[in-house]
């Protein structure tokens, strides 16, 4: 098993907000975050593939088909866009970078045919990243370490 | 669903590595320039990752205030701009990084309740990293 992780980047604007939260709720938890307004971001992101070597050419997944699927699933959906209203899965999920780790694993699972997502990466600043692996990568065991596995 | 958060800090500490459970001779040997008496210093980059189910509610695995709040109050006011040497943990241990991912895991674990610690990566140069994912 080899794996191979392609890196993209994107801009967008968000802001965090539950309209089941009374305002002070909202502000309370999300701070400034909360400004209706929005406020963007140069987001990262990588996504990590793994599969075995293709015997005949060498690859784990043709890179070519890696970079259009994620031009056409999450660079043209999401970037220089308004997250919260122009992002589907946003009009009732908030926009954290939990959130968007989940949504472009969701995106980009079901198009990959030649080799098996492993983990999406999201970096909102430099300081802060959310990996998310899938729903079904651990098992019986709820807190394996990701990581660890991959060791 | 389950997702894992990494959030990077940074301090600035001295440090000198020296065991006193070896001559001179043999903490020259080991610690080459490390050893030097009078100590020398680093920009620590610290990297706390940390999982949990993601909250239906918030869009969270947990609140980043309350991980930089908790990180700031407990670690970084801790060990910025100190001597890592003079600190109780380290009077009996080198401070080596690797003694210094332990130290750090160990508070996060025991003070940290609202997400699992995954574990705590430590950049000590940006040549050389550390990590400790717990004994278990």
Not at chain 1, 35 to 59: D, R
Not at chain 1, 125 to 141: A, C, I, K, R, S
Not at chain 2, 78 to 88: A, I, S
């Amino acid at each position: 098993m080899v794996y191979l992780t392609r890196k993209a980047e994107f801009s967008a604007s968000h802001f965090y907000h539950n309209p089941r939260f009374t305002p002070e709720e909202n502000q309370r938890v999300f701070g400034k975050c909360n400004n209706p307004n929005g406020h963007g971001h140069n987001y990262t992101l990588e996504v990590t593939v793994k599969g075995a070597v293709n015997p005949k050419s060498g690859f784990v997944v043709d890179l070519k088909q890696l970079k259009e699927v994620m031009s056409r699933e999450v660079l043209d959906a999401f970037d220089h866009r308004f997250l919260n209203k122009e992002v589907p899965e946003f009009l009732t999920r908030i926009p954290t970078t939990e959130n968007l780790a989940i949504v472009i694993w969701q995106r980009l699972a079901p198009k990959l045919n030649t080799a098996q997502l492993h983990r999406v990466r999201v970096y909102e600043t430099p300081d802060l990243f959310v990996d998310f692996y899938g729903e079904d990568f651990y098992g019986e065991d709820s807190h394996g370490d990701a990581g660890k596995r991959e060791a | 669903m389950k997702a894992h958060l990494t959030r990077r800090y940074m301090f600035s500490a001295s440090h000198r590595l020296h065991s006193d459970e070896m001559s001179d001779e043999e903490n020259q040997a080991t610690y080459g320039k490390c050893n030097n008496p009078y100590g020398h210093g680093h920009n620590y980059v610290v990297e706390v990752t940390v999982s949990g189910p993601v909250d239906d509610e918030t869009g969270m695995v947990c609140n980043l205030v309350d991980l930089d709040g908790f990180v700031h109050n407990e670690i970084l006011e801790r060990y910025d701009h100190q001597n890592l040497n003079q600190l109780p943990e380290f009077a009996e241990k080198v401070p080596t990084t690797e003694n210094l991912c332990i130290a750090i895991y160990d508070i996060l674990k025991r003070g940290f309740q609202m997400a699992h610690l995954d574990k705590v990566r430590i950049e000590e140069t940006m040549m050389n990293s550390f990590e400790y994912w717990g004994d278990s």
